[in-house]
């Protein structure tokens, strides 16, 4: 029990096996809403189209629709180019977010919780050259490349200098060259 009057935003982690049901269990997090209980609703890991259906039929609209995105392709797993001819239904379900004007939110950004590496996205010779240059951290170019996209960011961690330079990708931007060079490595 969280001993909370609310909480601030309450997601529905995954759709469900259809979007009728996916509907149905959004329509709990709706009621909490409505409730006082959850200041804000959301969802993630869902696609393009499944954003969409929900956006079409729900009374409350998303807030957020988190998934795993990031420098390099750390990606929600199942979100992938499957070869069905969907193409990246990771950016699509961003550019549907944004379409639709919920909030894309990258978990996973530095490729941890996402099935890539933190040392793959990190340690990448590209990020690294960026974030010399700059004079910040690689975590930091990872981070500000998505923030610089529009793109909100999930991270955890337990350490107070993390979390300062974490808030400190708001205090420089990427040149276009940075940025293309960045999504370069996010497209192989």
């Known amino acids: 029990v ?17 979007n009728e049901r996916s509907r149905e269990c959004y329509r709990v997090l709706e009621e909490l809403h409505r409730q006082g209980k959850a200041r804000a609703v959301g969802v993630s890991n869902f696609d393009d189209s499944q954003l969409a259906s929900l ?15 990031g420098v390099g392709k ?11 001819g ?7 379900a961003i550019a549907k977010a944004k379409e ?12 941890h919780t996402t099935g ?14 960026v974030a010399k240059e700059r004079g910040v951290t690689s975590a ?3 981070l500000r490349f998505l923030v610089q996209q529009g793109i909100g960011v999930v991270t955890g961690g ?21 940025m293309d060079q960045l999504r370069r490595i996010s497209a192989k």
């Open 158 to 178: 337990n350490n107070p200098l993390h979390y300062a330079q974490d808030v400190a990708v708001v205090d420089f931007e990427l040149s276009d060259a940075e």
């Open 100 to 111: 639709l004007g919920v909030q894309p939110t990258a978990y996973g950004p530095l490729g």
């Open 74 to 84: 750390p990606r929600t797993l199942w979100m992938q180019d499957l070869h069905d």
């Open 2 to 18: 969280l001993k909370l009057d609310y909480v601030d935003l309450m997601i529905l982690h995954f759709p469900a096996t259809s």
């Open 116 to 129: 890539q590496g933190v040392d793959s996205v990190l340690r990448h010779p590209v990020v690294e050259a």
């Open 55 to 69: 956006v079409a039929s729900a009374d409350i609209k998303p807030a957020v629709n988190q998934i795993g995105f």
């Open 86 to 92: 969907r193409g990246d239904r990771a950016a699509a």
């Open 140 to 142: 930091q170019v990872a």
